[in-house]
């Protein structure tokens, strides 16, 4: 596991930003890593080779593990090494951090945001990344209305699951 990202996840956590991992390999190997390198408890979901019709590039798997953390496509954040990650992500309508381990960061430059690990990252540069204005993450909202408009109680209530991705 590289440098950060035990402590990326676990800030995550705290945030209570749920996670998925997306894999074209094999559930099976997918959850002896995981578990072996101890950061399973992290992750709400997975998706594996089995689960798609379709791999990388082709979104499928991503919007699969959108709709098992029910959350909508365009709050999502993909978090891949490769160009395929990224035009997935993208064709999924989701931002993408590109982290630069097999590829030199000028080669993954399609990505919204290129890192080199994981622990460069703070939740600011998450919700900066997907313009999201909440209370949780410091920002009041920004109100909508017109000058003179009058205020009435809102139709309907907005869950908290969708406030971040």
Known sequence: ??????????TLANYKIPLAVASTRPRKVIEEAIEAVGVRSFFDAVVAAEDVYRGKPDPEMFLYAAQLLSFIPERC???????SA????????????AVASKHKIYEL?????????LGELSVVDLKNLADIESPEFGMEPEPDMEEGEETSPPSSSVGVDDLFW
């Open 86 to 97: 990224v035009e997935a992500a993208h064709d999924a309508r989701m931002k993408c951090v």
């Open 77 to 83: 954040i993909v978090f891949g090494n490769s160009n």
């Open 1 to 10: 596991m590289r440098t950060g990202s035990r402590e990326f996840m676990s």
């Open 109 to 117: 430059s399609a990505a919204d945001l290129v890192v080199k690990q």
